[in-house]
């Protein structure tokens, strides 16, 4: 292998770890606003009045 081939694979390599860089940029943004989104729903619940739920008699009571 000469310094051409061996500069042209060198030139690949890069160019693969750039598209895998750039998808797992995608992947982190994407799980960060999926954070986001959550924390928004978890805080909306949170700040949800909370509902009294019926007693329907005791439970160690069934047979």
């Known amino acids: 292998m000469d310094i051409f ?3 042209s694979l060198v030139i690949e390599q890069a160019k693969a770890l750039r598209a895998e860089n750039s998808r ?14 959550l924390a928004r729903q978890s805080a909306a619940a949170r700040n949800q009045p909370r509902l009294a739920l019926p007693m329907i008699g005791d ?3 069934i047979e």
Request: glycine share 0%; net charge neutral; hydrophobic share 35%.
């Open 5 to 7: 081939d061996a500069n």
């Open 59 to 61: 439970l160690t009571e």
């Open 24 to 37: 797992l940029r995608q992947l982190a943004r994407a799980y960060v606003e999926q954070s986001r989104t």
